[in-house]
């Protein structure tokens, strides 16, 4: 026991840190000592104790990065006992304007597509829900001004209400804060606006909007390359846009005009998300490529983009969309959720890849 007792006077906070600084971030390439993550660090006698936080967390490697962590400390001499507490810190765009028009909102992350018909509202609404449900603090903005789906994907029936200062609070849905034009036209009216119109809304639909504290507000763009992405653009600094596309050719010619406009107007691209992948038979299980398959992929290689992932085509998705539930909500163990699941782990991973490498930018050229 007394020799047992001499080792752990030798294992200290400095030789936890020290340790530590063998596991890497994967994406950031730098240990989690250097990054700042490890906090809290507490050695009494034969236990330890401390805090990763992460940049996020939808972190996908959450899990590895804790086991491997606990595994470097209990070889320690004298350690028995380790405990990790994982928690996190969504990293925020830096940006005044942001901070000016969106004090409490992270970032804000547009999800656009070249064309219309490729599932992006869907996938707008089920990754919201899959960022929500990993505990990130989640608003989804509905600026598809000609056909807002997302009340109904949403299942909202309720109106946003006003408040004092005539700002719109946004209704809560499934824990996601969401506002919409569905909110504001009946379904049998039309929306004929001009660019001005446009601008205005977009306006309202960001300073006017008591969106309080997001880690993420993921904007659903209508399709193309008009003006309601050219004003979300020229309004906020953005995060940067996930583009959706299906596999077949034509959705990624048009897709790469997307692409190439928001590069035009500085908003980083944070990946390709291949939409209708392939149909899986719920009867016999054969696979089928309808719009051809891993397209999306191929073209974000050629371009240097991230690919964040690929979503089956299945009516599953579809239905539960329409019902007001989407899959991620409805049924978060299949398959297709999971599909989603992971297309939202890699999105945010490449959101803290982004706002790291920002933070940590002066610290290098101070270095060098």
Not at 218 to 246: E, N, R, W
Not at 275 to 296: D, K, L, P
Not at 303 to 326: K, Y
Request: aromatic share 4%; with cysteine.
């Amino acid at each position: 026991m007394f020799g047992l007792n001499r080792a752990n006077t030798s294992v200290t906070e400095a030789t936890i840190l020290k340790a530590l600084q063998a596991v890497r971030d994967p994406d950031l390439h730098r240990d989690i000592v250097s990054l700042g993550f490890v906090k809290n660090v507490r050695v009494a006698g034969e236990n330890v104790s401390f805090t990763i936080e992460l940049t996020t967390p939808a972190c996908p490697v959450r899990d590895k990065m804790k086991e491997e962590a606990r595994q470097i400390v209990v070889a320690l001499p004298g350690i028995e006992n380790v405990e990790i507490t994982m928690t996190s810190q969504v990293r925020s765009t830096l940006s005044e304007t942001k901070a000016q028009l969106l004090p409490g909102v992270k970032n804000v992350l547009p999800v656009a597509s070249g064309k219309g018909g490729v599932g992006k509202s869907t996938v707008s609404a089920n990754l919201a829900l899959a960022l929500s449900q990993m505990g990130a603090r989640v608003g989804l903005m509905d600026a598809d001004v000609y056909g807002p789906s997302i009340p109904l994907i949403m299942g909202v029936h309720e109106q946003p209400q006003v408040a004092a200062d005539n700002r719109i609070r946004p209704v809560e849905q499934y824990g996601v804060k969401v506002i919409s034009m569905g909110f504001f036209i009946r379904e049998d009216q039309a929306v004929i606006w001009r660019g001005p119109m446009l601008h205005k809304t977009i306006d309202q639909f960001l300073g006017g909007v008591e969106w309080g504290e997001l880690d993420y507000l993921l904007v659903d763009l209508p399709p193309g390359t008009g003006d309601v992405q050219l004003s979300l653009c020229q309004k906020i600094p953005l995060t940067g846009a996930a583009i959706v596309s299906t596999p077949q050719d034509v959705a990624l010619r048009v897709a790469k005009k997307a692409i190439l406009m928001f590069e035009q107007l500085n908003c980083p691209i944070l990946g390709v998300i291949e939409n209708m992948s392939h149909f899986v038979c719920s009867t016999c299980g054969t696979r089928e490529e309808i719009f051809g398959y891993g397209g999306a992929r191929k073209a974000a290689e050629r371009l240097g983009l991230p690919f964040l992932g690929e979503i089956p085509l299945a009516t599953a998705i579809r239905t539960t969309a329409d019902d007001g539930r989407p899959i991620v909500l409805s049924d978060p163990r299949s398959p297709l959720a999971e599909a989603f699941q992971k297309v939202a782990e890699n999105l945010a991973a490449q959101i803290s890849i982004r706002n790291m490498k920002a933070e940590l930018e002066p610290l290098v050229k101070v270095t060098f």
